[in-house]
Nanobody, 124 residues
Framework: QVQLVESGGGLVQAGGSLRLSCAASGRTFSGYAMGWFRQAPGKEREFVAR????????SYSDSVKGRFTISKDNAKNTAYLQMNSLKPEDTAVYYCAAAPSYSAAYNIRNYDYWGQGTQVTVSS
């Protein structure tokens, strides 16, 4: 059974930091790109960051660029999202997902696997 399990969410004050983790299991994700998305109440799920299989290529939404960093450790089958300088508008459920390639990762419909999400709440 393929699983992506997020962890690391929580409540933090504005300006603080959190690191989210996404542990993959159940199959090999060789060649897969990983993405982080978020969904706030009443809003659509939105792209946050993506990373290619080797970890050498990344991209970010404008709203998090310079504050968030995506990374991965293939030996541990785990992807990370380091979030610094958090703002109240970053409050959302954060999801990790896996797409079969970095080019496929540009379209949310191409993500084959999704985690269950982890809540991030930033207080002002």
């Amino acid at each position: 059974q393929v699983q992506l399990v997020e962890s690391g969410g929580g409540l933090v004050q504005a300006g603080g930091s959190l690191r989210l983790s996404c542990a993959a299991s159940g199959r090999t994700f060789s060649g897969y790109a990983m993405g982080w998305f978020r969904q706030a109440p009443g809003k659509e799920r939105e792209f946050v960051a993506r990373i290619n299989w080797t970890g050498g290529i990344t991209s970010y939404s404008d709203s998090v660029k310079g504050r968030f960093t995506i990374s991965k450790d293939n030996a541990k089958n785990t992807a990370y999202l380091q979030m610094n300088s958090l703002k109240p508008e970053d409050t959302a459920v954060y999801y990790c997902a896996a797409a079969p390639s970095y080019s496929a990762a540009y379209n949310i419909r191409n993500y084959d696997y999704w985690g269950q999400g982890t809540q991030v709440t930033v207080s002002s």
